[in-house]
């Protein structure tokens, strides 16, 4: 009895977090619409304004309580041909959607680096995309931009399972992902030199997963209010950890060079706790013998103040930490009018494409 009834309390506690996540997505009218498609549609792509508002109205009136996310998904049969290319990886563990982003006028002769995103809960690429304003940047910038997703059937609410080790659930969910990394770079113009891959929540705890798995396949990671890994293993320490109630995570595997690790993390996080970025980073530097730093405080106009302390190796920083002094569980500097977005944060966005820009520029 008292193993059921201590599962039926992480249950609801579970449950609880996730009603508490859904009721801050939620977003109505055509606004969310318009920015969606603002944020998702590059501004070098000609499209008819009218057709797609049309579309969006259409949505808005009869399901105008949609959250963000799936505002988003509704109408990404409009933008995605604009946009997004879709695709599907199938391997070993299973089949796995993606969409891809490709800069304007990418020619054969070019190899392109190549960012992978990895969406949170209550998120699809399409939320991500317009959240984030990678795309944007990588028009400016040129890189590609590639966004696994995650399937409803395998969590209702389509987080990524960065937990489930013990029955492998979490290691397949990498597997299928690193397959679709696989197809991209046999068929897009990747530069295999320069790969770094990126997460919101669940999605930053599964990109540590596929780093820590696949350390030659990354140059550099970053996790936006993540866990670190092997910190849980089951649904309950995963609630544990995301209070900060686990502090003991397994070491990192010794004898092998990680990729370089960016964390961003928010002071008033109520999803994820603000001590999981120190962990993480903590956990990063031990494994690379790297040496902490005296932390900074940088603040740029009237955006939240960040507290960022770097770990250095023989004189390179290979992990830094960015605590968002004011931030809660939201893309640091995203769109306004998302979900897990907060536009008045540092704009991690750039701070990703900096930080990973200096990956790239080191010889492999």
Same mark, same amino acid.
């Given at each position: 009895?008292?193993?059921?009834?201590?599962? %039926?309390?992480?249950?609801?506690?579970?449950?609880?977090?996730?009603?508490?996540?859904?009721?801050?997505? %939620?977003?109505?009218?055509?606004?969310?619409?318009?920015?969606?498609?603002?944020?998702?549609?590059?501004?070098?792509?000609?499209?008819?304004?009218? $057709?797609?508002?049309?579309?969006?109205?259409?949505?808005?009136?009869?399901?105008?309580?949609?959250?963000?996310?799936?505002?988003?998904?509704?109408?990404?049969?409009?933008?995605?041909?604009?946009?997004?290319?879709?695709?599907?990886?199938?391997?070993?563990?299973? @089949?796995?959607?993606?969409?891809?982003?490709?800069?304007?006028?990418?020619?054969?002769?070019?190899?392109?680096?190549?960012?992978?995103?990895?969406?949170?809960?209550?998120?699809?690429?399409? #939320?991500?995309?317009?959240?984030?304003?990678?795309?944007?940047?990588?028009? $400016?910038?040129?890189? @590609?931009?590639?966004?696994?997703?995650?399937?409803?059937?395998?969590?209702?609410?389509?987080?990524?399972?960065?937990?489930?080790? $013990?029955?492998?659930?979490?290691?397949?969910?990498?597997?299928?992902?690193?397959?679709?990394?696989?197809?991209?770079?046999?068929?897009?113009?990747?530069?295999?030199? &320069?790969?770094?891959?990126?997460?919101?929540?669940?999605?930053?705890?599964?990109?540590?997963?596929? #780093?820590?798995?696949?350390?030659?396949?990354?140059?550099?990671?970053?996790?936006?209010?993540?866990?670190? %890994?092997?910190?849980?293993?089951?649904?309950?320490?995963? +609630?544990?950890?995301?209070?900060?109630?686990?502090?003991?995570? %397994?070491?990192?595997?010794?004898? +092998?060079?990680?990729?370089?690790?960016?964390?961003?993390?928010?002071?008033?996080?109520?999803?994820?706790?603000?001590?999981?970025?120190?962990?993480?980073?903590?956990?990063?530097?031990?494994?690379?013998?790297?040496?902490?730093?005296?932390?900074?405080?940088?603040? &740029?106009?009237?955006?939240?103040?960040?507290?960022?302390?770097?770990?250095?190796?023989?004189?390179?920083?290979?992990?830094?930490?960015?605590?968002?002094?004011?931030?809660?569980?939201?893309?640091?500097?995203?769109?306004?009018?998302?979900?897990?977005?907060?536009?008045?944060?540092?704009?991690?966005?750039?701070? +990703?494409?900096?930080?990973?820009?200096?990956?790239?520029?080191?010889?492999?």
């Amino acid at each position: 009895m008292s193993k059921r009834s201590s599962k %039926t309390v992480w249950s609801k506690s579970f449950k609880s977090i996730l009603n508490k996540m859904t009721t801050a997505a %939620t977003r109505t009218g055509v606004s969310a619409i318009k920015q969606t498609l603002a944020a998702v549609v590059p501004k070098t792509v000609k499209r008819n304004p009218a $057709r797609l508002l049309k579309a969006a109205k259409s949505v808005a009136s009869t399901k105008s309580k949609k959250s963000t996310t799936s505002v988003a998904s509704s109408v990404r049969s409009t933008v995605q041909s604009a946009s997004l290319t879709s695709g599907m990886t199938a391997g070993m563990a299973g @089949l796995r959607r993606y969409y891809l982003y490709r800069p304007p006028g990418v020619t054969r002769s070019e190899r392109l680096p190549l960012v992978v995103m990895l969406h949170g809960c209550l998120q699809d690429a399409a #939320a991500l995309a317009a959240s984030s304003k990678m795309n944007q940047l990588a028009a $400016r910038k040129r890189f @590609l931009v590639l966004y696994p997703e995650q399937e409803k059937l395998s969590n209702a609410q389509a987080c990524w399972n960065w937990y489930d080790t $013990r029955s492998g659930r979490a290691q397949r969910e990498a597997m299928s992902i690193d397959a679709v990394i696989d197809q991209v770079c046999l068929l897009q113009p990747v530069d295999q030199h &320069r790969v770094a891959i990126a997460g919101l929540s669940a999605g930053a705890s599964m990109a540590a997963l596929l #780093a820590v798995s696949h350390p030659r396949r990354f140059r550099a990671l970053i996790m936006h209010s993540g866990i670190a %890994t092997g910190l849980a293993h089951s649904s309950a320490t995963a +609630i544990m950890a995301m209070r900060g109630r686990r502090l003991t995570a %397994t070491p990192l595997p010794a004898g +092998i060079k990680l990729p370089a690790l960016l964390v961003i993390q928010g002071s008033k996080d109520r999803i994820v706790f603000p001590v999981n970025g120190t962990l993480v980073a903590q956990q990063w530097a031990m494994q690379a013998g790297a040496k902490t730093g005296k932390p900074r405080t940088v603040q &740029r106009g009237a955006r939240y103040p960040s507290t960022i302390t770097d770990y250095r190796r023989e004189g390179q920083v290979v992990v830094s930490l960015c605590e968002v002094n004011g931030l809660d569980h939201a893309w640091s500097g995203g769109a306004k009018g998302f979900a897990y977005s907060d536009p008045r944060g540092p704009d991690a966005t750039a701070m +990703i494409w900096a930080f990973v820009s200096k990956q790239f520029a080191y010889s492999p």
